[in-house]
């Protein structure tokens, strides 16, 4: 089993950055995709991003050209970091880990981390 801590969250303006870390533990070599997703209020869970061990990387629409995730595989930590933050971009940021054992793909998630982006 994996867990999942994500750090990084706050309160900022419009055109701020921040990083977000997720931190795994446990049994950290069934790990293969990791990656972030979001919600915001009323809304349904969104895709933001996603790396490969490989670290191969994909993005919502929304979010490319601005955000950037990357992962440290020696650490066990996936990183999101955000630039020219906008108003819609607050959400609460969850992480994710795809885990491999035998054969059967799992998927853990962290608890969240607030992001708000005042305008």
């Known amino acids: 089993q994996v867990q999942l801590v994500e750090s990084g969250g706050g309160l900022v303006q419009a055109g701020s950055s921040l990083r977000l870390s997720c931190a795994a533990s446990?049994?950290?070599?069934?790990?293969?995709?990791m990656g972030w997703h979001r919600q915001a209020p009323g809304k349904q869970r969104e895709l933001v991003a996603t790396?490969?061990?490989?670290?191969?990387?994909n993005y919502a629409d929304s979010v490319k050209g601005r955000f950037a995730i990357s992962r440290d595989n020696t650490k066990d930590i996936v990183y999101l970091q955000m630039n020219n933050l906008k108003p819609e971009d607050t959400a609460v940021y969850y992480c994710?880990?795809?885990?491999?054992?035998?054969?059967?793909?799992?998927?853990?998630w962290g608890q969240g981390t607030q992001v708000t982006v005042s305008s």
């Open positions: 994710y880990a795809k885990t491999v054992v035998d054969w059967n793909a799992f998927e853990e």
């Open positions: 446990g049994s950290t070599f069934s790990i293969d995709d």
């Open positions: 790396i490969s061990r490989a670290s191969s990387t």
